[in-house]
């Protein structure tokens, strides 16, 4: 099964960098030429090109919701990510838009997309580090993945 | 005082909150545009190589990183004092014409298309893309997909890297392309300029041919008589990667030109207290406030202006469209921000076309591709079209090229004055006493800024949601009156 591991977000804006931090602890892990590990700072169509042709996707992202706590990870769907920071940039579409483009235009959409996404506290201030809160969540969210690509 | 609250604006990277404010007797008072502001950049910046910053700077946006690193790179080259080779020019602007392509055309068919394929008036669940594909046809849907891949191809295979290109060095580029890849490239620049056409004449049928848009484009409610900034080349055509900045007055007359190395003597940045984000404006006329006219330093830098500001396009094709256009307006300069939209095909069409001339120079696959630097960097501003506006890099250095300071002018923050006068003009125009606020007539006062294709990433950074857009009506006295909202859960 061709899957593909997609960290998203700004690996320069604090904790907005948390997805691609992820992906690539991720990627350190893996060697199976099945799988491809990559990071991306784009959203809506681009995000589109990215996921065509593979079967399986798993993407990491920031997230900012109302009540959350700073490092707290969440599994989601397409359906349900609409709080993710990347997968909904506002300048393009959102996931669930690009998604269903892609089916309407009969491209090869991935059969199963799983979202993880880490609550982040500070994406205002250009720094190469998260937070402590947010680095101390990398471990948990890394297991996560990895238990998500064998199931 | 009555507030409408709309947040964030739907469709616009960045998270930003446009206010208006009623008076007693239910008009518009006042209408103010936020945006939250990232911090630290130039801390982030000091200390290290400048050689770096082509990297680092295209980071600060998803939206467009090809215009920051081709920013830098510049700023590099005027840092260096070293003047790249012609293979490494033209390398770099057939790489900047493959990104002008395809942003032009996520701008188009994604942002502005729905407005006017689907009307103004649709329910929003409707209005955005997949409406205009299932509109106009699978075909076009098809069409759109295929031209931003190719050109994404083309960005990956010049610049050594998908989105973030890692090819530009103080004196040229890092890597030639070869022959193989140059017929490629050939292919999908001929393609480009077919697609160009095709969306020229997709706006024709859609908007030109439609008399109540065209009556729109046309109407006071959507006009700013302002200066225009644009880069030009030596001929004063239009030009995304190298030459002069040009100003014109909103008669149409030159007003200044200037080497990017001057910008400081003509540009000054306003302050207002009710938002992080400055205002640009030009120091010789000075800032006389939120104002249209010849006496108000206020400029504006979109496909439009930079159409006012240059005697014509450099290419054929664009040339001819470019004189429809002034012509359908009614003669040059113009002034009409919903035909942005339609500039933005004409450059669009101009970035194709400038493909397949560079692709096609006998330089273009030489390996002279870089200038070695040998003098002392001291200080270098490096200036390019973004495709939101004129974005500019200023980097001193120490004599070791570490960065002492780093100034970016990007290309929204230019437009930002002229945004906030074209919001508050459609909300005047358009919310008027015992008027009742539908959301159809919101979507007319984001349809006054979206032809800016704003970006606020560089600026600022978006902010969670999937742009749920929530308008909160208060009455005088500060109580909630009414909550109109969309797409929030």
């Known amino acids: 099964m061709k899957t593909l591991v997609l960290g998203t977000g700004n690996p320069i804006l604090s904790d907005d960098g948390v997805g691609i931090k992820v992906a690539q602890e991720v990627g350190e892990?893996?060697?199976?030429?099945?799988?491809t590990v990559a990071e991306t700072?784009?959203?809506?169509?681009?995000?589109?090109?990215?996921?065509?042709?593979?079967?399986?996707?798993?993407?990491?992202?920031?997230?900012?919701?109302?009540?959350?706590?700073?490092?707290?990870?969440?599994?989601?769907?397409?359906?349900?990510?609409?709080?993710?920071?990347?997968?909904?940039?506002?300048?393009?579409?959102?996931?669930?838009?690009?998604?269903?483009?892609?089916?309407?235009?009969?491209?090869?959409?991935?059969?199963?997309?799983?979202?993880?996404?880490?609550?982040?506290?500070?994406?205002?201030n250009f720094s190469e580090k998260c937070t402590p809160e947010v680095e101390q969540a990398i471990p948990e969210a890394v297991k996560m993945v990895l238990e998500e690509l064998v199931g | 005082?009555?507030?409408?609250?709309?947040?964030?604006?739907?469709?616009?990277?960045?998270?930003?909150?446009?206010?208006?404010?009623?008076?007693?007797?239910?008009?518009?008072?006042?209408?103010?545009?936020?945006?939250?502001?990232?911090?630290?950049?130039?801390?982030?910046?000091?200390?290290?190589?400048?050689?770096?910053?082509?990297?680092?700077?295209?980071?600060?946006?998803?939206?467009?990183?090809?215009?920051?690193?081709?920013?830098?790179?510049?700023?590099?080259?005027?840092?260096?004092?070293?003047?790249?080779?012609?293979?490494?020019?033209?390398?770099?602007?057939?790489?900047?014409?493959?990104?002008?392509v395809t942003d032009h055309t996520t701008h188009f068919y994604i942002l502005a298309a729905p407005d006017f394929v689907m009307g103004p008036d649709a329910p929003p669940a409707e209005r955005n893309i997949l409406g205009v594909i299932a509109k106009v046809g699978l075909e076009l849907g098809g069409a759109v997909i295929r031209t931003r891949h190719e050109n994404h191809w083309v960005i990956q295979t010049i610049g050594g890297r998908p989105i973030h290109p890692c090819f530009g060095l103080p004196g040229g580029v890092s890597k030639a392309i070869n022959e193989e890849e140059r017929a490629k490239i050939?292919?999908?620049?001929?393609?480009?300029?077919?697609?160009?056409?095709?969306?020229?004449?997709?706006?024709?049928?859609?908007?030109?041919?439609?008399?109540?848009?065209?009556?729109?484009?046309?109407?006071?409610?959507?006009?700013?008589?302002?200066?225009?900034?644009?880069?030009?080349?030596?001929?004063?055509?239009?030009?995304?990667?190298?030459?002069?900045v040009r100003v014109v007055d909103p008669e149409g007359k030159e007003f200044c030109k200037y080497a990017p190395r001057d910008y400081l003597e003509h540009v000054a940045e306003h302050?207002?207290?009710?938002?992080?984000?400055?205002?640009?404006?030009?120091?010789?006329?000075?800032?006389?406030?939120?104002?249209?006219?010849?006496?108000?330093?206020?400029?504006?830098?979109?496909?439009?202006?930079?159409?006012?500001?240059?005697?014509?396009?450099?290419?054929?094709?664009?040339?001819e469209e470019y004189e429809k256009m002034y012509s359908t307006l009614g003669g040059k300069p113009a002034h009409y921000t919903l035909a942005t939209h339609w500039a933005r095909l004409i450059e669009l069409l101009y970035a194709a076309e400038r493909m397949v001339e560079l692709?096609?120079?006998?330089?273009?696959?030489?390996?002279?591709?870089?200038?070695?630097?040998?003098?002392?960097?001291?200080?270098?501003i490096g200036i390019v079209e973004a495709p939101r506006g004129t974005l500019t890099h200023h980097y001193i250095t120490d004599e070791r090229g570490i960065i002492k300071k780093?100034?970016?002018?990007?290309?929204?923050?230019?437009?930002?004055?002229?945004?906030?006068?074209?919001?508050?003009?459609?909300?005047?125009?358009?919310?008027?006493?015992?008027k009742e606020i539908t959301e159809g007539l919101l979507n007319r006062i984001e349809m006054a800024w979206r032809p800016y294709d704003l970006c606020l990433a560089c600026a600022t950074h978006s902010l969670p949601g999937q742009a749920p857009l929530e308008v909160t009506i208060y009455d005088a006295q500060g109580n909630e009156l009414k909550k109109l909202s969309q797409g929030i859960s």
């Open chain 2, 406 to 434: 780093c100034n970016l002018i990007v290309g929204t923050t230019n437009n930002h004055a002229a945004i906030s006068m074209s919001i508050k003009k459609a909300a005047v125009d358009l919310i008027k006493p015992g």
């Open chain 2, 359 to 380: 692709v096609r120079d006998p330089e273009i696959t030489s390996p002279d591709i870089r200038t070695i630097p040998t003098a002392t960097p001291d200080e270098g």
């Open chain 1, 41 to 124: 700072s784009e959203a809506g169509l681009r995000l589109l090109d990215s996921i065509v042709g593979y079967d399986k996707v798993i993407i990491i992202d920031a997230i900012q919701t109302k009540k959350g706590k700073a490092g707290q990870i969440y599994r989601m769907k397409p359906e349900d990510f609409s709080y993710a920071k990347h997968l909904s940039s506002p300048h393009q579409i959102n996931l669930v838009t690009a998604l269903e483009l892609g089916k309407m235009l009969n491209l090869m959409m991935p059969q199963k997309i799983t979202i993880f996404t880490v609550e982040a506290k500070d994406i205002t």
């Open chain 2, 271 to 319: 302050v207002e207290p009710w938002t992080y984000l400055k205002f640009p404006y030009l120091k010789n006329v000075g800032w006389k406030g939120f104002v249209d006219g010849k006496d108000s330093g206020v400029y504006r830098c979109t496909p439009q202006s930079r159409l006012n500001a240059a005697d014509g396009m450099a290419t054929p094709l664009a040339q």
């Open chain 1, 29 to 35: 892990k893996l060697n199976d030429p099945q799988i």
């Open chain 2, 1 to 100: 005082m009555k507030k409408i609250m709309i947040d964030p604006i739907t469709r616009l990277e960045g998270h930003g909150k446009i206010a208006i404010f009623l008076n007693d007797d239910g008009g518009v008072a006042n209408v103010y545009f936020q945006v939250p502001e990232l911090r630290g950049f130039e801390k982030f910046s000091e200390g290290r190589p400048a050689e770096d910053m082509p990297q680092i700077t295209q980071r600060i946006c998803g939206v467009c990183p090809e215009a920051h690193h081709m920013a830098s790179t510049k700023a590099l080259d005027a840092l260096f004092h070293v003047e790249p080779t012609s293979t490494a020019k033209k390398l770099r602007e057939l790489l900047y014409s493959a990104f002008y």
């Open chain 2, 186 to 244: 050939e292919e999908i620049a001929k393609s480009s300029v077919e697609f160009g056409k095709l969306s020229l004449k997709v706006f024709d049928d859609v908007v030109l041919k439609n008399k109540e848009y065209l009556d729109m484009v046309l109407s006071d409610t959507f006009t700013h008589r302002t200066y225009s900034m644009g880069l030009v080349d030596e001929n004063n055509k239009v030009n995304f990667y190298d030459g002069k």
